[in-house]
Nanobody, 130 residues
Framework: QVQLVESGGGLVQPGGSLRLSCAASGVTLDHYAIGWFRQAPGKEREGVSCISFSDGRTYVANSVKGRLAISRGNARDNNKNTVYLQMNGLKPEDTAVYYC???????????????????WGKGTLVTVSS
């Protein structure tokens, strides 16, 4: 059973930074794709970034490019099943619930950002406000 748990959300002022974490359990992420999605109140879900554990490729949506970066943990730090979303230069329009999701096909990055993925976490709220 794949379980995904997001953390790291909170209240931050415009221009600030946050690092979200997605911890996966019940699975080894080799050959998986992990995506970060967000949903703002009254808006559709948006896929913002993904990483393939098959070949390490990453993708960041144009809407957040230059401000968000995705990365993975490593075995040396004992967090190889963790994916991070570093968010810098946050804007009020970045306010949303951020979800991570997993797909057992590393080729599903970036396609999975539009098609959706198989497994989902419960999300973490990011609020950007002064």
């Amino acid at each position: 059973q794949v379980q995904l748990v997001e953390s790291g959300g909170g209240l931050v002022q415009p221009g600030g930074s946050l690092r979200l974490s997605c911890a996966a359990s019940g699975v080894t992420l080799d050959h998986y794709a992990i995506g970060w999605f967000r949903q703002a109140p009254g808006k559709e879900r948006e896929g913002v970034s993904c990483i393939s554990f098959s070949d390490g490729r990453t993708y960041v949506a144009n809407s957040v490019k230059g401000r968000l970066a995705i990365s993975r943990g490593n075995a040396r730090d004992n967090n190889k099943n963790t994916v991070y979303l570093q968010m810098n230069g946050l804007k009020p329009e970045d306010t949303a619930v951020y979800y991570c999701a997993a797909e057992p096909d590393g080729n599903n990055c970036p396609g999975g950002l539009s098609r959706g993925m198989d497994y989902w976490g419960k999300g973490t709220l990011v609020t950007v406000s002064s």
